[in-house]
C-alpha cells in the first residue's frame, strides 16, 4: 500500500474540518460594514483552515475541543460576582447576547455589536476584524477569524476621555456556545479599564480588538469563574501608538479547557505593554496561554508574566514570543513563565521565543518549574500553621509576581482576596 504524504494527509484533514464548520457560518449579504468584515473573515478560514494537532501553535494543546460541531457540556453558569464591589459601570452579556440598558457617560460611548450593525457607516469599521486580520500575519489564529464571522453580539466602544470608572463586563449562560466580539477604541490621551468575569457560554469564544492611540491608557482584567466543565478561547488584539500603555490580567482559578491568545503590536514609540496572568489548575485542567508581542518602535518596553499553580495531573502551556523589528531600537523586552507543580502527575509546557533584527535592546526570557518549596513548608509548619494552609500561602507568594502586574491596588486587592478564596475553597 502507497501512502500520501504527510502534509497531503494533514491538508486533507484540514479541508475536511473547515469545511464542516464552514457550514455552520451563515452567508452575508455583504450590505453592511459588519457583515463585509464577517464575510472577510469567514474567508480567512477557508484560505487558513481550522487548527490541528500538528500545527505549529496547537502541538500542545488538542484543537478539537474547539472545532468539534457541539460543546462538550451543556449547562447554565450564573452570573459572576468577583467586581460587584468595585464602583464601576456594569454591562450584562447573556449567551452572546448583550442585555439590558447601556452605560453613557461623557466621554464614553457604548453600543452592541448588534445595533451598530444596522447602520450604514460605523465608527467601529476600520477596526472591527481588522486588528484581528493583521495578527494573522505571523502566526496564523483561524479560530479568532472563525469568532469574527460568527458572533452576533459584543460591545463596541469609543473613549474620548480618561474615564475613572471601570467598565465591568459580566457573562453568564445557560449553556451551549457563545461566539462575544468586542472593540475598543481609545482617542489620544484616553484612558479605560475594562473588567471582565464570567462565562459566555459552556464553550465559549471571544474576541477583543484595541485601538490603543498616542498617550492613552488601556487597562483589562479578566476574571474566569471555577466550573469545572467549560471550554474557554480568548484573544486579544491590540495595536498601540506613541507613549501609549496597554496591561491585560488574566486569572483562572478553574475550568477543562482554556487557551488565552494575546497578539500585541507596538507601533508608537514610548509604548508600553504588559501582559500576565496566573492559574490554578487541579484534575483535568488544561490551560495555554499563546502571546506574540512585536516591537516596530523606539524606546518601547513590554512585559510577559505569567504563573501556573498544578495538581493531580493538572496541565499548564505557556508560549510566549517578542519580535523585535529592526528599527525598535532600545527595546526593553522581558518575558518570565513560571510553575509550580504540587504533584508528579502534573505537566508545565513552555516555548518561550526571541526574534531580535535590532542591535541596541535588552530583551530577556525564563521559563522554570519546580515544586513546591520544602524549606519554607517546614518552617510554616513547625510554627503550627497546617499543611493546606502553609501550600496556600507559598501558592499566593509564587502568584505575587504576576498579580503585581495590576496596577490599581484596590483591583489587585480583589483579585487577590477572590484567589484567596478559591484556594481556602479547594483545600
Known amino acids: 500500500m502507497v501512502f500520501p504524504p504527510k502534509s497531503t494527509v494533514k491538508s486533507k484533514a ?31 478560514v477557508a484560505a487558513m483552515g481550522l487548527p490541528v494537532g500538528r500545527d505549529e501553535y496547537w502541538k500542545y494543546t488538542d484543537p478539537t475541543v474547539f472545532t468539534d460541531t457541539d460543546p462538550r457540556f451543556d449547562g447554565a453558569v450564573a452570573a459572576s460576582d468577583v467586581f460587584a464591589g468595585a464602583d464601576a459601570l456594569t454591562v450584562t452579556i447573556v ?42 500575519t505571523n502566526v ?38 457563545a461566539n462575544v466580539h468586542h472593540v475598543v477604541k481609545l482617542a489620544p490621551g484616553a484612558g479605560l479599564t475594562i473588567l471582565e468575569e464570567g462565562l459566555a457560554g459552556a464553550r465559549a469564544a471571544t474576541n477583543m480588538e484595541v485601538a490603543v492611540a498616542d498617550g492613552a491608557r488601556f487597562d483589562h482584567l479578566r476574571v474566569v469563574p471555577v ?35 494575546a497578539v500585541i503590536d507596538i507601533l508608537g514609540d514610548n509604548a508600553t505593554a504588559h501582559i500576565a496572568g496566573a492559574c490554578l489548575g487541579d484534575g483535568d485542567f488544561h490551560h495555554d496561554d499563546t502571546v506574540f508581542v512585536t516591537h516596530d518602535a523606539v524606546d518601547c518596553e513590554s512585559r510577559q508574566v505569567f504563573k501556573k499553580v498544578l495538581r493531580n495531573g493538572a496541565k499548564g502551556i505557556f508560549q510566549g514570543k517578542i ?13 518570565i513563565s513560571q510553575s509550580l507543580l504540587l504533584d ?25 518549574s519546580g515544586a513546591i518549596d520544602e524549606d519554607a513548608l517546614f518552617y510554616l509548619r513547625s510554627r503550627g500553621v497546617p499543611h493546606a494552609t502553609a501550600v496556600d500561602l507559598l501558592t499566593l507568594s509564587f502568584m505575587a509576581e504576576a498579580i ?20 481556602s475553597a479547594r483545600q
Open 14 to 44: 484540514k479541508m475536511d474540518l473547515t469545511s464542516a464548520a464552514l457550514d455552520q457560518v451563515p452567508t452575508f449579504d455583504g450590505a453592511g460594514w459588519a457583515d463585509k468584515a464577517r464575510a472577510a473573515a469567514r474567508d480567512r
Open 95 to 136: 449567551d452572546g447576547a448583550v442585555t439590558g440598558d447601556l452605560p453613557q457617560i461623557d466621554g464614553l460611548d457604548i453600543q452592541s455589536l448588534a445595533d451598530a450593525a444596522t447602520a450604514d457607516i460605523h465608527w467601529a469599521q476600520d477596526t472591527f476584524g481588522v486588528l484581528e486580520a493583521a495578527g494573522q
Open 140 to 177: 496564523e489564529r483561524p479560530l479568532a477569524a472563525m469568532t469574527t464571522a460568527l458572533a452576533q453580539d459584543g460591545l463596541m466602544i469609543q473613549v474620548t476621555a480618561d474615564i475613572p470608572q471601570p467598565l465591568r463586563i459580566v457573562y453568564a449562560t445557560a449553556g451551549g456556545q
Open 227 to 261: 466550573v469545572a466543565q467549560r471550554d474557554l478561547n480568548t484573544h486579544i488584539f491590540a495595536r498601540l501608538e506613541a507613549d501609549a500603555t496597554f496591561r491585560s490580567f488574566t486569572l483562572t482559578p478553574g475550568g477543562a479547557m482554556t487557551r488565552n491568545e
Open 323 to 335: 519580535l523585535v523589528r529592526p528599527d525598535a531600537q532600545k527595546t526593553d523586552g522581558y518575558q
Open 344 to 368: 508528579d502527575d502534573s505537566q508545565f509546557l513552555a516555548k518561550p521565543e526571541l526574534e531580535i533584527y535590532a542591535d541596541d535592546v535588552a530583551c530577556s526570557h525564563g521559563s522554570t
Open 404 to 423: 503585581e502586574e495590576i496596577a490599581d491596588p484596590d483591583l489587585a486587592d480583589i483579585v487577590l482576596a477572590h484567589l484567596e478564596q478559591t484556594l
